[in-house]
């Protein structure tokens, strides 16, 4: 079986696809060998986690991402962020990381540095 | 004394590779100032702490195998077969090296246990690559996420204040970064580091990641043909941060100023456009456990000598 965090993502990628969606549908899209319970246990885990919303349908849950797939990224994300602020080594490749420490005069020096290199060539 | 041993060892080998991380990443980190080109070879170098305490373990722990004695001249090689020969088995003439290693295990070490742990719960990323993803982010900038799918995200405030060149521009630096394999590097690096002391490591992947973006930007540079729309799109994004008056990523070295000039000037700044862990890389440090593994008998009995514990 795939390991847990796995299967959770695979299960919201297809949730992130629109809709509401049954056990056995999910479950027919993830991986039709799975065991119904496995994804049930998981979409059960995610409802508690806030990830996804349910309503009754009969006697069956319906399944719904509360998040879009990019609004779940932008919070990933911004979490990661939020800990790189405090963490004691940097653990992330970001473009541009030193924004802080540039002050303005530097900026229209550099600014003048590249107009006058484009002029030149 | 009733210890366990492998506790000893652990603790010993910790003990060594918390020493020689200590010395070594901060002597390290001041010659990759002075000389950038040796920051490619900062891997080997957070490696090398976890293989010296490796080495003292395996000269502890190494098994005494009747059939190792074609090979190695020690007698522990004459032992009961499948019994572990240990220094340590005396422990109670050890003690002088026992009740620092445990300290080490006692109250140094849950703090990088802590980092450790932080570094592996880190994403595993959503996959993408270098194709972006637009969302709202708390801070102008432009990170890859996730360390082994990772993908480009892009603050859209950011995003839509860039021309599509110099869009351009910041994808290409990700490819770059995507073909050296650095989220990867910085994870693994990351993780190494976590057996020195708090901090030592620092400065360490600090000089790593500043090649790494000195490396990204001559990839780029190399694929757009313009080195100057590079720069261009760097100081764009520098401009954003600053009018949006929101601090970014605050590990900062100061290097935007250097980096659009190594562009402007084409200089090389160390850059490496391979990844820093390779193929030989890999078979470096293989052939580095074996040579432990072939050394660990003579060490285990300068140990001993050094313990007092010859046989």
């Known amino acids: 079986m795939a390991r847990s965090p796995q299967l959770e993502r695979r299960v919201l990628e297809t949730l992130w696809q629109g809709g509401g969606w049954s056990v056995r549908e999910v479950l027919a899209v993830v991986d039709g060998e799975l065991a119904y319970t496995t994804i049930a246990t998981v979409l059960d885990r995610l409802h508690a986690k806030g990830r996804v ?16 797939r990019d609004q779940a990224l932008a919070a990933e994300v911004g979490r990661v962020l939020a800990r790189a602020d405090s963490a004691p080594e940097p653990f992330l ?29 | 004394m009733a210890l366990s041993l492998p506790l000893f060892v652990l603790a010993l080998s910790l003990a060594v590779a918390w020493i020689v991380a200590a010395v070594l990443f901060p002597l390290w980190s001041e010659w990759v100032a002075v000389s950038p080109r040796l920051a490619r070879w ?5 490696v090398l702490p976890v293989v010296v305490g490796a080495i003292l373990a395996l000269s502890s722990v190494i098994p005494g195998d009747p059939h190792l004695n074609q090979f190695f001249s020690c007698h522990c090689a ?14 109670s003439r050890a003690a002088g090296l026992m009740l620092p290693s445990l300290a080490v295990l006692a109250v140094l070490l849950p703090g990088r246990w802590r980092s ?7 994403p595993l990323g959503h996959g ?6 637009v969302v709202d982010l708390p801070e102008p900038t432009a990170v890859l996420h996730g360390w082994l799918r990772p993908s480009l995200v892009v603050d859209r405030g950011l995003w839509e204040s860039l021309s599509s060149t110099h869009r351009d521009a910041l994808a290409a630096h990700e490819r770059g970064h995507l073909r050296r394999r ?4 910085l994870m693994l690096l990351r993780g190494v580091v976590c057996v020195g002391p708090p901090s030592a490591g620092h400065g360490l992947i ?15 540079a190399d694929e757009l043909g313009d080195p100057v729309l590079v720069a261009e799109a760097l100081l764009r994004c520098a401009q954003v941060g600053v009018n949006t008056r929101q601090a970014s990523l605050s590990w900062t070295g100061g290097r935007l100023e250097q980096r659009i000039q190594t562009l402007l000037d084409g200089r090389d700044e160390g850059r490496d456009l391979r990844p820093d862990i390779g193929a030989i890389d890999l078979l470096g440090v293989f052939g580095l456990g074996m040579a432990a593994l072939y050394v660990s008998p003579w060490l285990h009995h300068q140990v001993e000598h050094f313990l007092n514990l010859s046989l």
């Open chain 2, 182 to 185: 650095d989220p990867l590097t």
């Open chain 2, 116 to 122: 450790l742990g932080a570094v592996i719960s880190q």
């Open chain 1, 93 to 121: 490749v970001a473009f541009l990381d030193e924004v802080e420490q540039v002050d303005p005069e530097a900026l229209s020096r550099l600014e003048a540095l590249i107009r006058s290199r484009k002029e030149r060539s």
């Open chain 2, 78 to 91: 004459t032992s009961m077969p499948g019994w572990l020969h240990l220094c340590p088995l005396h422990p």
């Open chain 2, 128 to 133: 993408g690559g270098a194709e972006p993803t």
């Open chain 2, 42 to 46: 900062s891997v080997w170098v957070a």
């Open chain 1, 53 to 68: 919303e349910r309503e009754k349908e009969g006697l069956a849950w319906r399944y719904r991402a509360t998040r879009t």
């Open chain 2, 206 to 220: 600090r000089g790593w990641l500043d090649h790494a973006e000195f490396s990204a930007d001559a990839i780029a």
